[in-house]
């Protein structure tokens, strides 16, 4: 069984209402429509039982073997919790006029970092439910534990992989240094507020090591 | 004499109508009440004759040599330029309600990235002068070439300098290889578009780089 705080690799697929909302398949996004282009698809690293997962999934993970796989159905309060009346909110029509939108049922607006949607929107009032989408809902899903991650090498590798998922680093240790070499795409990104984070969470996990290094690379073109 | 495309470093007290505006000396920035704490005092690198400094200067540095020091004084077409009268414009008042400022005549604007100065604000009309503070001023400069900078270790750190001069690298050659060492603070600023601006006026300089490392460490506190 899986302990508590072990980094492991996940793999799942999500479904409300016989539908699919969420997945690690990119074929099975790709088929069933959902497919994001933005998104890494492929087993995401996790820590266990530490609350990065819905807590009806990080409950059943805890009693589960790696390479085992699960068929799970959860109540709204297991999974995106349940619907609050309180959030959905009458908001002013100038709101949608600063914004330049025009109020449609149906529509995803986001009122001051808050996402809803617009419920209803006639005679100048609008009513937007700020719940989530699938608060409230039945979940059903699949899990399995694809790996757990062991050796400090790949440990490292994959706390950076929750931070920047499309940047493959390469990892080595010597002795209380761990040194982690970034690939020359990494500079299109803003990352020093990653790498700090990388760090704090390595520092958290691998009590030996006491230095990182980032190295970043540029080849001459010419 | 110094060639152009050297790197050399120099100080610089500026003055227009008898007074300091501009300065790489610390103590005299303070004494003349220009202090200003985000700028780092001390001399500065350039290189020669490349229009990084204007156009007088830049023409009696390649005069000059190493430990010269001279005066000059320099016409408003080699220096800040002339002024344009026709970058004297009306701004209408809405962009200043816009921006919720009181157009009061001497105030610094910014309009849509330009920066101006109110000359006029009366009924409504405002007139903002886009030309250059100094524009059409006759202005006199103290020079001095402290240093040719020498050896690639050296050059390489300048460059970083130009970049960030805040930032004290620390750089060593193996063969074709550069390795830039950065302090810890340099998590704290945004330094991908720096180091790659970096890279690229290293690779332009020193033929001989094939390629540059960046190197940030974290040490852990606890």
Do not use: C, W
């Amino acid at each position: 069984m899986v302990e508590k705080g072990a980094l492991i690799k996940i793999s799942y697929d999500g479904y409300v209402d016989g539908k699919l909302f969420d997945t690690t398949n990119e074929e099975l996004a790709k088929k069933e429509g959902i497919y994001n282009p933005n998104i890494v698809y492929g087993p995401v690293p996790i820590f266990a039982g530490e609350g990065m997962v819905v807590k009806g999934l990080d409950e059943i993970l805890l009693e589960m073997d790696v390479g085992e796989e699960k068929e799970v159905v959860l109540p709204p309060e297991k999974a995106f919790g349940k619907r609050d009346p309180a959030k959905i909110k009458l908001v002013p029509m100038r709101e949608f006029i600063k914004r330049g939108i025009k109020p449609i049922v149906g529509l995803r607006v986001n009122i001051d970092g808050e996402i809803g949607r617009i419920v209803k929107a006639e005679g100048g009032r609008v009513l937007v439910d700020f719940n989530h989408e699938l608060a409230g809902k039945e979940v059903k899903y699949r899990i399995k534990i694809e790996e757990k991650v062991e050796g400090d090498e790949n440990i490292i590798r994959e706390i950076f992989n929750m931070f920047a998922p499309k940047i493959k680093p390469n990892v080595t240790i010597e002795g209380e240094k761990a040194i982690i070499e970034l690939p020359e795409e990494a500079f299109l990104i803003n990352l020093q507020q990653i790498k700090l984070a990388v760090a704090n969470e390595v520092f958290k996990r691998l009590k030996n090591i006491k230095e990182i290094k980032f190295i970043e690379t540029v080849k001459r073109k010419d």
